[in-house]
């Protein structure tokens, strides 16, 4: 049989021990990823999850950079959307009030906090969680280019930080989208008013 054909199978198994993975993390943490239990909730062989990644850290980092990429994928439409329709600040706190929080409040939305935290722990997956920031700083930087706001690259950090911030109060408590926007209006009206550094003659942060 041509490899070819082997092969086409294999992305849609892969695809779904990622999102079993997720699942299971979002629903019981890291601690609760067992091989067994990936391939029970896939509906896959055990030796399917073994097959496709030798070893928890390669399960975990393939999931963690997988929800990042969905993530920034959706993040780049609808900014592309929005900058079509000509973006203004509300456009883009609605904006990321949808990347954020606009899907219902579940065990998927918990998974990355408990990826990012265990990369705390296990310096293996730390650059995995790095591309997954800089993803993530790129993406805000664009909005807040967009919005005319200056020294966009240096804030897009903190405004990750803070969606972020919001988003994980927000799955504690149960606080409304509302308070996400609310906040972003707040903050990148702040920025657009602020003379750059570079036009009020002093030097610019290196």
Request: aromatic share 4%.
């Amino acid at each position: 049989m041509p490899h070819a054909a082997q092969a086409a199978p294999a992305a849609p198994m892969r695809q779904r021990i990622i999102t079993a993975v997720l699942r299971i993390i979002g629903e019981d943490g890291v601690a609760a990823v067992t091989n067994r239990r990936i391939a029970r909730e896939a509906g896959v062989s055990l030796g399917s999850v073994t097959y496709h990644f030798a070893t928890q850290h390669d399960l975990l980092r393939e999931s963690l950079l997988h929800f990042v990429r969905e993530e920034a994928r959706h993040f780049t439409e609808l900014a592309e959307q929005c900058q079509t329709e000509g973006l203004a600040v509300e456009d883009a706190a609605s904006l990321a009030g949808q990347v954020a929080c606009g899907s219902a409040l579940d065990s998927a939305h918990l998974a990355p906090f408990e990826l990012y935290l265990h990369a705390g722990r296990d310096e293996r997956l730390r650059e995995a969680a790095a591309e997954a920031f800089r993803a993530y700083d790129l993406l805000a930087a664009r909005i807040l280019t967009a919005l005319g706001v200056p020294d966009a690259q240096r804030l897009a950090a903190t405004t990750v930080a803070l969606v972020m911030g919001l988003q994980l109060r927000r799955l504690a408590t149960g606080s409304p989208v509302d308070d996400l926007v609310d906040a972003l209006l707040l903050l990148v009206r702040g920025a657009a008013d602020r003379p750059s550094t570079a036009a009020s003659g002093e030097p610019a942060a290196q």
